[in-house]
């Protein structure tokens, strides 16, 4: 909005735009361009791991709509290829102390985690629109566990497989994080059966 107006914009013009389907609101106050890219943006690399990911757009929407959301479970378990499903939403994790705004769009799906959940793990990669915070492959992987109930144990399970079939499966920070998430006695015989293979 802030840039909208300094560029000579007046309210109603805005909301013309919205209407025309010119811009695209997230929330209030924070707007796109409807047409920008072709959905998805290529990041080339993220941080040093000299892997290939993409962000969507809708993960660049969240995260400058909430600047303390982590990209997580599902939509981080996609954004590592780690999974083949398609969310329909984007998993963010917040504080369970905080508040979100009202967003209009993309649709998310919030997570309040506590503090010992919530700040281990998170991967900071910055873009030329946001900075994008998203849990690492290894606290990704074990908060599926955390969440199989819900979110269900096949998933969790394909994210497993998938992590453990990568050159830079690291087992050690696996376990490491299985204890901080809580998930040792619920993951690690599974995590044994399929190193065994």
């Known amino acids: ?15 013309h735009l919205v209407r025309e389907g010119s811009i695209v609101k997230v929330k209030p106050g924070l707007y796109r361009l409807a ?13 040093g791991h000299g892997t290939e990911s993409v962000i969507s757009e809708g ?12 990209i997580c479970l599902i939509s981080a378990l996609e954004f590592y290829g780690l999974t083949t ?3 329909s939403e984007i998993y963010v994790a ?3 102390d905080r508040k979100i705004p009202k967003i209009n769009y ?39 566990f955390r969440y199989r109930s819900k979110l269900g144990e096949d998933l969790a ?13 690291d087992l050690t920070k696996l376990r490491e994080f299985a204890g901080i998430c809580r998930v040792k006695t619920s993951m690690i015989p599974y995590l044994k ?5």
């Open 1 to 15: 909005m802030k840039d909208l107006k300094a560029a000579a914009f007046q309210t109603r013009d805005i909301g």
């Open 35 to 47: 047409n920008v890219g072709s959905g998805k943006m290529t990041l080339l690399a993220l941080r």
């Open 59 to 70: 993960i660049m929407d969240v995260s400058r709509a909430i600047p303390e959301g982590v």
């Open 85 to 87: 499903f398609n969310p």
């Open 94 to 96: 917040i504080p369970n």
């Open 106 to 144: 993309p649709p998310i799906k919030v997570f309040y985690f506590r503090n010992r959940f919530y700040k281990p793990g998170i991967e900071s990669i910055p873009t030329r629109h946001a900075t994008v915070k998203v849990y690492n492959k290894e606290k990704t992987v074990c908060d599926m």
């Open 157 to 169: 399970l394909e994210g497993l497989r998938n992590y453990l079939s990568r050159k830079d499966a």
């Open 193 to 197: 059966a399929l190193v065994a293979r």
